[in-house]
């Protein structure tokens, strides 16, 4: 089949081009797009071993030097995960090239109420990769939209943290929290790279533009950043006591929509507790991420 127009400026941006182009149609067709005859979700599953695999294959690599087993097992866990794959995706698309009119002073008007000579000036803008997606369900519309806005809010911390952060961003993606239909989109354009090309280098080449391999390359610099999640860690530190949370749904009318707080207890001991928390699980990772602070800088 010939590549639907609209999907052009879309295998640009991924950077393949596909000798089958029904495949990338496939990449991106929701399961719940019912009309379709394929949707992604084989595509997704061969995506998502053929990503372990050459994950893998560099963590494994002797440069910059060998890795321990858990150190594989840490690093691997961060990159192969729905919350970073989907955060990638979020800032992937293609960049289109338009004019934006504005007025020298920056304004429409003079003081006098005569209009200036509008200038053209040229503006790039990105088109989300996600929002080429095929599917038919208002429920993901829902989530696609509150998404998009969680990720216009937090997209400059989590950028910051991956060029230069110390510590990796469990808690800012856990407040992301984006919706695995972002990851499996990630997955399955891998996966029909693969099954169009039969090609390690061609599906490394797509991992490498999204940015995930030049992160790994950060994780494992000189000094390297910290990964591990802070609820293993807080489980560690926390030697033979027993670590609990209890999260805790505000009321609406405290709050003005659904906000959970949580506690973290060591034994019978309160450590933390921390609110403002969108989701049950970003409230989790928050309060071991400032329990763990508590307790390091406590021993130091």
């Not at 003079?110 to 929002?131: A, F, I």
């Amino acid at each position: 089949m010939a590549l639907p127009e609209v999907y052009k400026p879309l295998e640009e941006s991924i950077g393949y081009v596909f000798q089958e182009k029904a495949l990338l149609v496939e990449a991106m067709t929701h399961p719940s797009y019912v009309s379709a005859l394929y949707t992604s979700e084989r595509l997704e599953f061969i995506g998502d071993a053929i990503l372990d695999h050459i994950v893998v294959q560099e963590l494994f690599s002797k440069e910059p030097q060998v890795l321990e087993n858990w150190q594989m097992h840490l690093l691997r866990t961060a990159l192969v995960n729905g919350d970073i794959l989907g955060f990638l995706i979020m800032e992937w698309g293609p960049k289109l090239l338009t004019n934006d009119v504005v007025f020298e002073d920056g304004s429409e008007d003079d003081n006098r109420g005569r209009k200036h000579s509008p200038v053209l000036q040229p503006l790039e803008t990105t088109t989300p990769l996600w929002s080429y997606m095929r599917y038919q369900s208002i429920e993901l519309t829902h989530e696609r939209e509150a998404t998009s806005r969680r990720h216009a809010e937090l997209r400059e911390p989590i950028l910051e943290a991956i060029r230069s952060g110390t510590h990796y961003p469990w808690a800012l993606l856990a407040r992301l929290h984006a919706p695995k239909f972002f990851s499996d989109l990630y997955e399955a354009l891998v996966g029909a790279i693969w099954v169009d090309s039969g090609s390690f280098d061609a599906c490394k080449a797509f991992v490498e533009r999204s940015g995930l391999l030049s992160y790994l390359k950060r994780l494992r610099g000189h000094p390297p950043v910290h990964v591990l999640h802070p609820k293993e860690e807080l489980g560690r530190l926390a030697l033979s006591e027993t670590v609990s949370y209890d999260v805790r749904e505000a009321e609406e009318e405290e709050t003005g929509g659904g906000r959970f707080s949580c506690k973290v207890l060591l034994g019978l001991k309160e450590i933390v507790d921390v609110g403002g928390a969108l989701f049950r699980e970003e409230a989790r990772v928050r309060a071991a991420t400032e329990a763990v602070a508590k307790i390091v800088g406590g021993i130091n």
